[in-house]
């Protein structure tokens, strides 16, 4: 199975600040089948983005991702309040589907 | 708009079994996969299986690979996972998520969740 390991654990940064985490798998994912997802105290995660860079719906646009191949990044580019979340990343390429750890963003 | 609507908090003893269910609204139930996943206390995500709402197919993580058993009720557009044989390393929030499968891709990632059921097992 793909493992996949984001970086780092924690962030911690203030509001308004950029936010960048990575996830990197241990196979090539070259079709870029890799989502994100947010997921506050008490909550269900929630879809973020698909396909490596497509924003679900209703997901503001200071959310964006990048990447191909083993190493991807989700870049939250002005940290709002209610961003402050842990975040992670899904592959589904293949079964069966696999997490990241997750990284924690949190207020400094 | 699509709702995923789980049962309600268990505490279940060791060597005991625990069914939870998820009712499906605001679309065709039979049109999308049901997965579920666990969250262990202060853990990530893990995925622990999946069913087929069209043809009742499933398939399920190794880790709870025979322990664990998935239906769908498609009358009540409703899916329930069992899961024997409880140990305390199954205290867990558990989800039901809707399943978007992609083609090409061998997996699938989920749309919409359920809101959890928190599973505590004692000894």
């Known amino acids: 199975e793909i493992v996949l390991t984001q970086s780092p654990g924690t962030l911690s940064l203030s509001p308004g600040e950029r936010a960048s985490l990575s996830c990197r798998a241990s196979?090539?994912?070259?079709?870029?089948?890799l989502v994100w997802y947010q997921q506050k105290l008490g909550q269900a995660p929630r879809l973020l983005m698909s396909?490596?860079?497509r924003r679900a719906t209703g997901i503001p646009d200071r959310f964006s991702g990048s990447g191909s191949g083993t190493d991807f990044t989700l870049t939250i580019s002005r940290l709002e309040p209610e961003d402050f979340a842990v975040y992670y990343c899904?592959?589904?390429?293949?079964?069966?589907?696999?997490f990241g750890q997750g990284t924690k963003v949190e207020i400094e | 708009q699509v709702q995923l609507v789980q049962s309600g908090a268990e505490v279940k003893k060791s060597g005991a079994s625990v069914k939870v269910s998820c009712k499906a609204s605001g679309y065709t139930f039979t049109s999308y996969g049901i997965s579920w996943v666990r969250q262990a206390p202060g853990q990530g995500l893990e995925w622990m299986g999946w069913i087929s709402t069209y043809n009742g197919h499933s398939n399920s993580a190794q880790k709870v690979q025979g322990r664990v058993t998935m239906t769908t009720d498609t009358a009540t557009s409703t899916a329930y996972m069992d899961l024997r044989d409880l140990t305390s390393d199954d205290t867990a929030v558990y989800y039901c998520?809707?399943?978007?499968?992609?083609?090409?891709?061998?997996?699938?990632?989920?749309?919409?969740w359920g809101q959890g059921t928190l599973v505590t097992v004692s000894s």
């Open positions: 196979q090539n994912i070259i079709t870029r089948y």
């Open positions: 899904q592959q589904y390429v293949t079964s069966p589907p696999t």
């Open positions: 396909s490596a860079s």
């Open positions: 998520a809707r399943d978007v499968a992609v083609s090409g891709a061998g997996g699938y990632y989920f749309d919409y």
